[in-house]
């Protein structure tokens, strides 16, 4: 079945340092996939997604980029900041009529001033 | 996006008992889904709702442990019954996201906190 494997956390960085949280998946077929934030007393909210290899989806300054050769869906961010403190889930979903999100274990990110 | 409404936003329950959680959405949605997310991990689908058809639920989850209800296209039950330590965990409910082809995005609420002494 699709799983999704993060990279362990706590992950603890100064601001302005880079950010690199790894991601891989097992799915069958093309899935979506996905990056979600949960910052600290508030529900998930979605990051940043692709839909097919080589896409790469940004916001707020994170990237991740559809790796199907590897695959990887790797979250970076050039220049972190104290208010990018927050626990981040990689997800991935099989599409077509199917919603279910399977997603990795969560890492949680510190950013120091 | 939808705008997700959860009640109780947290409670702390006596075991034995059972705890039923809203779900309120802001716009008509085909599916409703719950999800747990246990202390320290990852999120896992409990069920799907679709209005009008009993719902779905995953390996591991059973109905008569986790009861949902989804009267109308806007709101939706999950009730958590016979509570012990072990389901306390954030409950959340989420619905599929709007815009052009399914591609599997979620909104999430904001989950409800459950304690079971």
């Known amino acids: 079945g699709d799983s999704v494997t993060q990279m362990e956390g706590p992950v603890t960085l100064s601001e302005e340092a880079f950010l690199t949280i790894n991601c891989t998946y097992t799915?069958?077929?093309?899935?979506?996939l996905f990056w979600y934030v949960q910052y600290p007393g508030e529900g998930l909210q979605l990051l940043l997604k692709a839909t097919k290899a080589d896409d790469k989806g940004s916001n707020k300054g994170f990237e991740a980029t559809y790796r199907k050769e590897t695959t990887s869906f790797h979250l970076e961010k050039g220049s972190v900041q104290v208010s990018d403190s927050a626990v981040y889930f990689c997800?991935?979903?099989?599409?077509?009529?199917?919603?279910?999100?399977?997603f990795g274990k969560g890492t949680l990110l510190t950013v120091n001033p | 996006s939808a705008v997700i409404s959860q009640k109780p936003s947290r409670d702390i329950c006596q075991r034995g008992t059972s705890l039923t959680i809203q779900c309120q959405v802001d716009?008509?949605?085909?599916?409703m889904f719950w999800y747990r997310q246990q202390p320290g991990q990852s999120l896992t689908l409990i069920a799907t709702?679709?209005?009008?058809?009993?719902?779905?639920?995953e390996s591991g989850f059973v109905i008569d442990k986790f009861p949902i209800s989804r009267p109308n296209l806007t709101f939706s039950t999950l009730t958590v019954s016979n509570m012990s330590p072990e389901d306390s965990s954030i409950y959340l409910c989420?619905?599929?996201?709007?815009?052009?082809?399914?591609?599997?995005?979620?909104?999430f609420g904001e989950g409800s906190r459950l304690t079971v002494l």
């Open positions: 716009s008509q949605v085909t599916m």
């Open positions: 997800a991935l979903s099989s599409g077509g009529s199917n919603y279910k999100l399977t």
């Open positions: 709702a679709n209005q009008g058809s009993e719902a779905t639920y």
């Open positions: 799915a069958t077929g093309y899935p979506s």
């Open positions: 989420s619905v599929e996201g709007g815009g052009t082809g399914r591609t599997g995005e979620l909104f």
